[in-house]
């Protein structure tokens, strides 16, 4: 039996994607593709580079690794089946360098339960998103997490700032008290 796939053809122009790291004049997030299927980790990459977003595009979970120990990425977004080590294998290490490096898994295969399971022992959580994703899908997905990123850094400056500001304010307590 043959089975028809139908797609919806979608010109790159129309899925425009501002993040809200460029409009405050802040670099261009930086995603990690990963895929051992090069067609759809370039197709990911164009995707996402044509809304402005930059990227860095490998093959596999090895070559990941290397390129975020010298380029720390955002965001990572990989495939979860590959040969040599998966992508759950991967986000586990690229979340133990990266703390912050938001993670994306996708898969088009229903074996990835058991790979799931393992995480989860180890103490991580993963969503893992369907393949294929519809363009726009990717998008939200990626803006989303890049958002949600960018959140939580921006808290965690603001809660440095304050122990800065509450470490002076001692500092000139304690300054004056002694000039007494």
């Keep these: 039996m043959v089975r028809k796939l139908h797609f919806q053809t979608v010109p790159l122009a129309d899925l425009s994607l501002k993040i809200k790291t460029q409009a405050a004049g802040l670099p261009k997030p930086i995603v990690l593709v990963v895929d051992d299927e090069t067609v759809i ?3 990911r990459a164009m ?3 044509q809304s402005g977003i930059s990227t860095m595009v490998t093959y596999d979970g090895k070559s990941a690794l290397e390129i975020a120990h010298k380029t720390p990425p955002d965001l990572l977004l990989t495939d979860v089946a590959m040969p040599g080590m998966n992508g759950i294998d991967l986000a ?6 990266i703390p912050s ?3 994306l898994l996708f ?3 229903a074996s990835t339960a058991a790979l799931l399971d393992a995480a989860r022992v180890a103490g991580q ?3 893992i998103l369907p393949k294929p994703l519809h363009p726009k899908e990717l998008l939200a997905r990626v803006s989303g997490t890049l958002e949600s990123r960018a959140r939580r850094k921006e808290r965690a400056n603001l809660h440095v700032v304050a122990d800065q500001k509450q470490q002076l304010t001692i500092a000139r307590e304690a300054k004056d008290h002694s000039a007494c």
């Design 41 to 43: 980790a370039d197709t």
């Design 47 to 49: 995707i996402l580079e």
């Design 92 to 97: 586990m290490a690229i979340r133990r360098i």
């Design 101 to 103: 490096c938001g993670i």
């Design 107 to 109: 898969s088009g295969q």
């Design 125 to 127: 959580e993963f969503t």
